[in-house]
């Protein structure tokens, strides 16, 4: 039997278009931001270092705060352009980083970075989610956002690391990447990849009719992205609490990651089959049940087996969120409300660790994965008490 190919015919290039113009723009968020900048900062720029702490703040905050504008560009000017411009900005914050003596300098470049930033995914997911046959919206949006995810981490390994020795070569790899994230997006529609409905209702009711459908998701936006951001921070800090030395937690995060990966064909399924809350509640409720056996400090013997269960929760959520989504937006006000959850999404992760930070300094190495595993559990229950205010979905097609 012939494996299905979760986009609709012609749509490939697109999504691809739109998914390298994302990976260049996290590569080089990542890599500027946590790696370039501590060490140029002081060293090349002559900044103070809460400068350049400074600086990914007023980018996170630009990012966070110009998603839903961003979405609502999309829906009216197209998504060509509005990837493009935001992909121009985030080149010219670049090429004006070596300009940056000045405190306020590097926060507004910064800013303007993250402005430019606040395009990328809110383009790349409203894309995907068009290109994605009826029943497969989950599986597609999941697998263009965790094929960028390799990008994070490798922007601050490479940027961090030709930083120790050549600054100016680091930052001409990054605005190599973004100038070929430009060019991706030149190969993206104009408009939409699939076609307005016709005889859509007056302009205030679809408005009405989006704020309604976002009412449920954007407290589930912030809470899960607060319990999700709550360890990544931490887990090297915690490990040695754990009996774990640094290739032990890269052991631990490998089993959790291998058994997320290869679980995705069966949670996407059951996710785009019209059981997305399904997915999200068993996806926490398993995440939360593993972080308070962490919590518990076992053996160090036992971690892998929980690492396994909380990498199954992991692979139930990913796909589940972007079906619930998908699902539950109304089509044609999607990118402007898919932008506005993005908001909030942006915001429980700024927050996650820093209350992950305040459990560990209140309850020791125990305390982020007791509060964690309280959050993902409520998350799940959650779920569960105001089902009726979340749809299953759309009708799937089998899969």
Same mark, same amino acid.
């Given at each position: 039997m012939t494996r299905r190919s979760p986009l609709r015919p012609g749509t490939l290039g697109p999504v691809a278009a739109a998914a390298v113009a994302l990976a260049?723009?996290?590569?080089?968020?990542? /890599?500027?931001?946590?790696?370039? @900048?501590?060490?140029? /900062?002081?060293?090349? @720029?002559?900044?103070?270092? %809460?400068?350049?702490? !400074?600086?990914?703040?007023?980018?996170?905050?630009?990012?966070?705060?110009?998603? /839903? =504008?961003?979405?609502?560009l999309i829906a009216r000017r197209g998504l060509r352009v509005v990837m493009l411009l935001g992909s121009l900005l985030s080149l010219l *914050? !670049?090429?004006?980083?070596? @300009? *940056?003596? #000045?405190? #306020? !300098?590097?926060? !507004? $470049?910064?800013?303007?970075h993250g402005v430019g930033f606040a395009a990328m995914w809110p383009g790349a997911m409203n894309l995907t989610a068009d290109a994605a046959r009826e029943g497969y919206q989950g599986r597609a949006i999941t697998g263009v956002a965790l094929g960028v995810m390799p990008l994070v981490g490798g922007g601050v390994l490479l940027l961090g690391g030709l930083a120790q020795g050549n600054a100016g070569l680091a930052l001409l790899v990054a605005l190599g990447m973004q100038s070929l994230g430009v060019l991706a997006t030149l190969a993206l529609p104009a408009r939409r990849v699939r076609p307005r409905e016709e005889g859509q209702a007056p302009a205030p009711e679809r408005v009405r009719r989006a704020a309604r459908a976002l009412a449920p998701l954007l407290p589930a936006a912030f809470m899960q992205n607060v319990t999700m951001s709550m360890l990544g921070l931490l887990l090297f800090t915690l490990a040695p609490g754990l009996g774990l030395n640094y290739w032990g937690m890269v052991a631990l995060l490998a089993v959790g990651g291998v058994v997320a990966y290869g679980s995705l064909p069966f949670t996407g399924r059951v996710a785009d089959r019209g059981r997305a809350r399904l997915a999200l509640t068993a996806g926490f409720a398993l995440v939360g049940l593993?972080?308070?056996? $962490?919590?518990?400090?076992? =053996?160090?013997? %036992? @971690?892998?087996?929980?690492?396994?269960v909380a990498g199954l929760g992991y692979a139930c959520i990913s796909p589940g969120w972007a079906a619930l989504v998908t699902g539950t937006l109304p089509e044609g006000e999607r990118p402007a409300a898919w932008g506005a959850l993005m908001t909030f999404e942006n915001a429980g992760t700024a927050l996650g660790p820093l209350l992950g930070s305040l459990a560990f300094a209140q309850l020791g190495v125990p305390g982020p994965f007791l509060v964690g595993g309280v959050l993902a559990l409520t998350t799940a229950l959650a779920y569960i008490v105001f089902r009726r205010a979340f749809p299953e979905g759309r009708t799937a097609q089998p899969a």
């Open positions: 260049c723009a996290e590569f080089v968020r990542s /890599g500027v931001y946590a790696a370039y @900048l501590p060490q140029a /900062g002081p060293r090349e @720029l002559g900044l103070p270092q %809460a400068a350049v702490g !400074l600086a990914w703040t007023a980018h996170f905050a630009a990012d966070t705060l110009m998603r /839903g =504008p961003a979405g609502a *914050a !670049l090429a004006l980083l070596p @300009l *940056a003596h #000045w405190p #306020w !300098l590097i926060v !507004l $470049i910064a800013a303007l593993a972080l308070s056996a $962490i919590a518990a400090t076992p =053996p160090v013997w %036992a @971690l892998y087996p929980l690492a396994a």
